[in-house]
């Protein structure tokens, strides 16, 4: 027994005068509770069964009972500490731990369950309970996925079969409708930088309109088919689903359009559903009755059955957003033709026209006539909030916006907690919010109109927005509806129907990307974000394997939680990993699912099998560097790091390391292993690790195996050559131990693109044949102070350190590149900052890459050097948007045939990542399977 340090945990004793002898005719109880005092001669403790923890200021906090404790992964653990800590959470009201069965290993997991603070946590469908409203809670089901991929706002096929089909003009979209489309997102980050009063005004300020106006009846055929393109999918290889040209609640697309034609563009008279994937009319009705001759409308309706998988609340209002969503898309579209589009009405009988199911909803009826030069009517109010000081010129609250001026309201806005939980962290990198209040004369308007608007201020250049809240007409608003009704009752302005979305300054890049970069927050729910942030603070042996979020965790008759009640509920019971388990065998691979666990952070190591895949289990290069190191500080091995790709499964690696007399390793880096034709060799970038060329070798698509060159001087007994020259000779001699003749596939990105290209100058010297050659991004990167002093290796040259920090961090901008900036004055510093950042990295790692960088950094040919190689190899260069010249741009005759220049929409760094390699990858393969 022994006292614990401040911030520790133990058990709560008492001493004292006032401790008594014992329980009356109670020994053996008196016995155990009753102890000797370590601390004072003849002194007398008593053991309290609590378990609580010193604070910094001396007051001791309760963090559980000692009858709680179990013994899980080799650690005693307090059950009611692991659910103060979940507690300690801002979203979490309560939560409790427990120890459930795990039938993969056989042994006993951690579970957290928890209840939603309403208050600080909302979520879609706040009120909906059980299975109903489970995947807004957690996206484990994938519920919402699976839907949007079945297409659920079509019609089916079967209802459609048999009806006369109008095939519409137009269905490959243009440049500028493909680029429209895929700037128009939802926006969750915000890169573009700051934001100021002016940049607001500019954002909320009444768009300029065409003025050219002609008649309805000059509409053809073709015309109403690039307009009605702009209502289809768009599908890019970066992306699981269709992009449309506006937003969707949930992207469901659930809103349905409807044409009707009184003799107009050609169509004969009828009512037509477009059909957004076939990019064709299909004939449903003969008419509803207000469609004049000559005209043309267009009906909205919402299917029931698209949404209810996910929305149980406010169906018909998240519908009518999306009908407003798409009415902006015409009042946008329709002035380039000279026409407008308006309300006609709201007419129920219209629904039994369009000959759908009786539960699906009619939303509205416009009208598309000649343009009069009037912009359409925009009855909202807009109301804006400045986030702290993020917005120059504007301090921080709500202002009405009116005229061209904001008239300030207060300080108080609508804040964090009051958007869902999931969007709390979008509304933290935001430096603005706007809040729609509908003032439309018509009920069924109200909403129609939040959701024009919101699509005009989201098709602004430069700006990026994403909802995060609405008011309800069937009585449940979410909550920052109900915070905006209070501020504007406090300011004395009227509520009324409402939407409010965040948003900030979004980059070109950002623009541009047809990636689902922007999607990639809402891929986890609340319970697996509560996870996330437990795994931050917890003790590895602490975090529970799973976080369960229920409506609410049954009690106690005195209010406690009911942990046995608990324990045994259908939905504990329910949590439990799937998938094969194969137990690690012998002490190498027992060994190694321990290591393998904790670099990957599983949260019980002991759920590791002998078959699980390193880069499955979410590896990546700073995990498999740090792994690599422990197995060969633990086994006296010599492993090359770029073992795990060549033996990425547990079983292979530990045969790896009991080989007593393993090959040497190849610097020949797996990134695709399949294909049917001769390999791809791929040259890295300035610290010659490949790891970041895995996402290319996967998408690339090339029915070719492809292998990274990796740099020598990577691994610990390896010095890096001096000359390109070299680099290139021992690269070739490692080519060819793979294939001895050709004819050779080349590819080098960023520096490697020099290497590549010395590389085939060298084979075909040796009378070897390259059949293509492709440099990708082989300009620099343009840095800060980047051309001042030339290529030039000092840790005084800003540029220097910031391609430097660049090979660790991939990228050369944000607070972390600032503070290294900051911090650096030498290699030592550089390391050591770098290490801190990065901590997977061992600093005899880091220096080894930095010295690669400094060897090669100045490489470059001289004009001579160059003059002397001409290749003829077909070459095709692949340039970044941003990038600087590169080493061949300005030269002449280095190929015997002019090459192939690819202008790429992806900057340096993110032509590799998640939302550019998609586009890469397309532009490679158009490239290289024409030779296959």
Partial sequence: MAPVGVGETGELYLGGVQVARGYLDRPDQTARAFVRSPLEPGGRLYRTGDVCRWNPDGTLQFAGRTDSQVKLRGHRIELEEVASRVEEHTWVRRAAAVVTDDPRTGRPSLVACVELNPRTAAVMDQDVRGERGAHHQSKASKLQVKAQLSNPGLRPADHLAGRPVVELPGRTPTPEQRREVFARKTYRFYEGGPVTRDDLLALLAPRPRHGRSRPLADLSLTELGVLLRWF??????????????????????????????????????????????????????EGTGHCPAGGLLV???????????????????????????????????????????????????????????????YLGTFTITAADGRPPQDPTELYVQAHGDRVAGLPHGLYRYADGTLERLGDEVVEARHVIAINQGVYGRAAFGISAVSRAAEPWLEYIALGTRLHHLQRVPGFGLMSSGYSSRSGHPLPAARRLDDLLTAAGRAGGASYFFVGGRVSERQAASEGMYEDSVHTKGPAEMIRDELARFLPDFMVPGRVLVLDSLPLTANGKVDTKALAASPEVAAARPAGPYVAPAGPTEEWLAEAWGTALKYPDVSQVSAEDDFFACGGNSLVSVALINRINRHFGTRLALQVIFEAPRLRDLAARIDDDAPAPASRLVPLAREGGFSPVFCWPGLGGYPMNLRLLGRTAGVDRPVLGIQAHGINADETPYGTIREMARADIAEIRRVQPYGPYTLWGYSFGARVAFEAAWQLEEAGEKVENLLLICPGNPKVRGGTARGREVSYTDPAYVTILFSV??????????????????????????????????????????????????????????????????????????????????GSSGYSTAPPTVVDLAGDHYGVLKEEGVGELAARVREVMLPTL
């Fill in 232 to 285: 289809g999918q768009y599908r890019s290889e970066e992306r699981l689903l269709p992009k449309y040209a506006y937003a969707s609640p949930g992207a469901l697309y659930a809103t349905q359009l409807y044409v009707e034609s009184g003799g107009a563009a050609g169509l004969a008279a009828g009512v037509y559903y477009h059909h957004p994937v076939d990019h064709t009319l299909v004939r449903v009705g």
């Fill in 808 to 889: 660790f961090t991939g990228t050369i901008e944000g607070p972390d590149l600032d503070a290294c900036l900051a911090a650096t004055r030498d290699e030592d510093g550089f390391v050591a900052y770098v290490h801190r950042l990065v901590p997977a990295l061992d600093e005899a790692t880091i220096r080894r890459i930095t010295r690669i960088v400094a060897t090669t950094y100045e490489f470059d040919y001289t004009f001579r050097e160059l003059a002397e190689r001409t290749v003829s190899a077909p070459v095709t260069v692949f340039k970044a948007r941003g990038d600087d010249y590169s080493f061949l741009e």
């Fill in 299 to 361: 009906h909205f309706l919402g299917r029931t059955r698209a949404i209810e998988p996910v929305y149980k609340n406010n169906i018909r209002e998240v519908l009518e957003f999306e009908a407003g969503h798409m009415l902006g898309v015409f009042e946008e579209m329709l002035p380039g033709h000279g026409l407008a589009v308006a309300p006609l009405g709201h007419f129920p009988a219209v629904r039994s026209a369009l000959d759908v199911a009786e539960e699906d909803h």
